[in-house]
């Protein structure tokens, strides 16, 4: 049983974004982009989305196929058939400021920054 849940935690691999500074409704519609997808699309979709939070995320996913690399050293990539099987956007922590508004009040300004997990998971069932 032990061994059986060893071989399901070695297809998943995961790489984590902390405090990154941008509000997390704008990473969440990136993140909506690749969610399910496979690895070489959703790098391909990430490559060429304007957005300024698409390159975090790819460079997030790049870290997440090194660590599959590195769990699984005799495995090539073309061959596991890896996809993005989860990647969630939470709120990280909030620096507050304050601007001057009319009439010698002030406006509170929220700078929102977010987490970013993303768990790669492989098609492959060649080894059961």
Known sequence: MAEKYKEEKKQLAFAKLNNC???PRKMRLVADLIRGAEVEKA???LRFN???A??????LLLSAIA????KNEDADIEGADLFVKEITVDSG???????PAPQGRAHRI???SNH????LGSNNNTES
């Open 43 to 45: 790098l391909a979709i």
């Open 110 to 112: 929220r700078k929102r």
């Open 21 to 23: 500074p941008t509000s």
């Open 116 to 119: 970013v997990t993303l768990v």
């Open 93 to 99: 922590r909030m620096l507050k400021r304050l601007r």
């Open 50 to 52: 304007p957005k300024e």
């Open 54 to 59: 698409s390159r975090r995320v790819e460079k």
């Open 67 to 70: 660590n599959w690399q590195i």
